[in-house]
């Protein structure tokens, strides 16, 4: 029996685990049914020179350890300056933009100061909850030497803050939201993330806890995406010797009486070993590689139960506004000119044409401006907007 360890599955969970095991020195195949690696992450074209980030669009959750642990910097992947900008439109037209601990656009000062409040709190929490999330789940009937370190940590928080690591995670979104922002879009903009993926609304119970996790959870982005991570992480696991296949699904895993011997590819060939890891979900796993006249009744019941049924729907649009921004631009110039920032607003709608034509760092020279090029068409699509500019989409 071979101990080599087979991995189903290469999307980021697999893509890691046969990094981390290629590293420890074993021997890893993994096989990936479709032709191109990434799962959920992966990118897929939808118009000629742009591709959509993919179903799971946000890296800003990958664990820093990982990024060093696995040397991800040596194989590309590079870390965003700073937090991604969120963008919450509204019906007046004025949006709301979320960057970080930041806030501004169409909110007050009390908006700010709340903001500012719940961020606050969220850092306090951070270190603590991660060390509970970054771990192995603790067995509840076990030992309790494993607990003693997250129960001091949150117990180091405090009263206050420990009191509402309490109230918070039973709580629907919604309710948390309206206790902490006045403002529904902003606590709307902020709950939003809570309930990507799972089969519940805001007012579900319990969602303030995926909401707070995956607050604590979020940092530093990746530049490029989800997709730049699993290319750094198939780079990394190739560079330490792990075997990837794409474009070979797995039909069967394999096993008897003494437990798994091995998986059978969708051509009939079948490979021995004792270690086969699943990436799948547990039904797919379970039900259909493992089959069910392997399991218990009980067993194969259980897992029959689980809920795998989710909600998440993307829709990518590429936007068309170079003609529409060449209609308006005489007319908009004209409206520009009467205000007391005329001025300076001409100048951004002027530099963010020139930077389309790719002089942007010429113009990054000549006005001392250091920002990205990102950012420069922010400032004018949000000067267009006041304006009630219609932007097309093909």
Known sequence: MSNEIIIIGGGHNGLTAAAYLAKAGRKVRLFEADTRLGGLARSEPFHEGFETPGVLHDASSVRPWVVSDLGLHKHGLQSAAGPAKFTVP????????????????????????????FAGFVDRVRKPLMRILDNPPPDPLGPLLPL?????????????DMTELIRIPPMA?????????????????????GLIGSWTG???PWTSAALLFDLC????????????????????AKGYGA?????VPVARILSNLDGVT?????????????????????????????????????????????????????????FNIQKEL?????????ILEQEHDANETLQHFRDWHEAEQGNLWELQREHNRKVEARDLKHRIVDETLKWKVVFTVP
């Open 217 to 236: 959870a979020s940092g530093t982005d990746i530049v490029g995406g989800p997709a730049a991570l699993t290319d750094a992480l198939a780079a990394a």
């Open 262 to 318: 091995g998986i059978e590819l969708a051509d009939g060939q079948k490979i021995e070993s004792r270690i086969v890891v699943s990436t799948c979900d547990p039904r797919r796993t379970f039900l259909d590689l493992v089959g069910q006249r392997a399991l218990t009744s009980e067993f194969a019941r259980s897992i029959s139960n689980v809920r795998l049924r989710g909600t998440t729907a993307k829709l990518d649009l590429l």
């Open 148 to 160: 003693i370190g997250p129960l001091l940590g949150i117990r180091r928080l405090g009263g206050t």
């Open 202 to 204: 805001p007012w579900s």
């Open 90 to 117: 509204g019906a007046d037209g004025e949006p709301i933009y979320l960057e970080g601990n930041r806030i501004s656009g169409a909110v007050s000062p009390t908006d700010v100061d709340r903001y500012a409040a």
């Open 326 to 334: 060449k209609q308006v631009s005489s007319e908009l110039q004209s």
């Open 173 to 193: 979104s919604a309710d948390w939201m309206r206790d902490a922002f006045a403002n529904d879009r902003l606590g709307a903009a902020v709950a939003h993330r």
């Open 243 to 247: 075997e990837i296949n794409t474009g």
